[in-house]
């Protein structure tokens, strides 16, 4: 069955080092988008992609990065992590039919630490 | 820019009740209004999208209405389950950009 997964599912690292959080969907889809979620602020959209080759900041982009070589794949790089940076991250993917109905689908969700 | 407000936070409820959970919008120019449900620790499950030109969709116990010019939507769980117990989000969707901005959630705890 299609799905997308994350990896790792839990990390705790230091301060100042930097984090690549792996996301991979197997439906072949256009668009991947990448969340993070914080008590108190729900889900907020850190980077997204339309297609390969494509990278666009959302909301909460400082400090994070992202690039898209191939369908499957969406890393999130954190350059440099900051204990402000220490959340639960979703990935998500959606097909980029008309947009009226494009639904998408999560990933199980990466809790990271930053000491 | 496109607030999305939850309420209530939370809500506990006997089984068998029917409930509304409310979701409200501050930009009517919305593509669809989707509602997910997350359990605790795992990623967020599509319930329902409910398209700008529709005014609601049923799925089994489950109705999500969208009134755009008032900035609302609702959803209706008709004789809660204490399976329905979880985490409940509605997302907009910005203005055909496929990018969604979430509400906080309403919590939903429903006894046995």
């Known amino acids: 069955d299609a799905e997308i997964t994350q990896s790792p599912r839990h990390k705790i690292t230091e301060t100042g080092r930097q984090v690549t959080l792996a996301c991979h969907q197997t439906?072949?889809?256009?668009?991947m988008f990448w969340y993070r979620q914080d008590l108190g602020h729900g889900l907020r959209l850190i980077h997204y992609?339309?297609?390969?080759?494509?990278?666009n900041k959302g909301e909460v982009s400082d400090g994070y990065s992202v690039s898209r070589s191939n369908t499957e794949d969406l890393p999130l790089t954190l350059e440099s992590a900051a204990s402000s940076q220490t959340s639960v991250y979703f990935c998500?993917?959606?097909?980029?039919?008309?947009?009226?109905?494009?639904?998408?689908?999560f990933g199980p969700g990466t809790r990271l630490t930053v000491l | 820019k496109q607030e999305v407000t939850q309420i209530p936070a939370a809500l506990s409820v006997p089984e068998g009740e029917n409930l509304v959970l409310n979701c409200s919008f501050t930009d009517s120019a919305i593509y669809n209004l989707q509602w997910f449900r997350q359990d605790p620790g795992k990623g967020l499950t599509s319930l329902l999208l409910i398209q700008s030109s529709q005014r609601e969709q049923t799925s089994g116990r489950l109705n999500a209405s969208l009134d755009k010019s008032s900035g609302r939507s609702t959803l209706y769980i008709a004789a809660s389950q204490p399976g329905d117990s979880a985490t409940y989000l509605c997302a907009a969707e910005d203005s055909g950009t496929y990018k969604y901005i979430f509400g906080t959630g309403t919590r939903l705890k429903v006894l046995a």
């Open positions: 439906w072949n889809h256009n668009n």
């Open positions: 992609s339309y297609g390969v080759q494509d990278t």
């Open positions: 998500a993917s959606s097909r980029g039919l008309a947009a009226s109905t494009d639904t998408q689908y």
